[in-house]
């Protein structure tokens, strides 16, 4: 490809911290040409807690969640505090979008079950 002999191009690697890391020393190669690393610390339970309440105030017709609401005794608080009981450090795939959307679905799911 002619564009990357321009010696202009940016590749982008992204993946949880400790997996990558093993990537890159895995090939000599990454090691000379990754040069530039971001780390983004995961979400703390009052961040996710936010991020649901916008997701489900703010919802788009093609979504998973669409038709949904929270109940009003569903506050930011008792959304964080639900998250911490029912979630582990070890589980990273929470913080990612992808995570955030799956943890609402099975909610949904769950409540389903008991109604």
């Known amino acids: 490809m002619f564009v990357m002999d321009s010696g202009k191009v940016v590749v982008i ?3 949880y911290k400790e997996p990558m890391k093993r990537v890159i020393a ?3 190669g990454f090691c000379r040409r990754v040069i530039k690393f971001f780390y983004f610390d995961g979400f703390s339970s ?3 807690a936010k991020i649901l309440h ?3 105030n703010d ?3 093609d979504s998973l969640l669409y038709g949904f609401r929270l109940h009003p005794s569903c506050g930011v608080d008792g ?3 639900l998250i911490e009981r029912v979630t582990t450090e070890k589980q990273p795939w929470l913080v ?3 995570g955030r959307d799956l943890f ?3 909610l949904l799911l769950d409540h389903g079950i008991r109604v």
Do not use: C, D, R, T
């Open 13 to 15: 690697f992204s993946g």
């Open 26 to 28: 895995s090939n000599e």
């Open 46 to 48: 009052q961040e996710l």
């Open 54 to 56: 916008i997701k489900m």
């Open 59 to 61: 919802q788009v017709e």
């Open 79 to 81: 959304v964080a505090a």
């Open 96 to 98: 990612g979008p992808n």
């Open 104 to 106: 609402l679905i099975s």
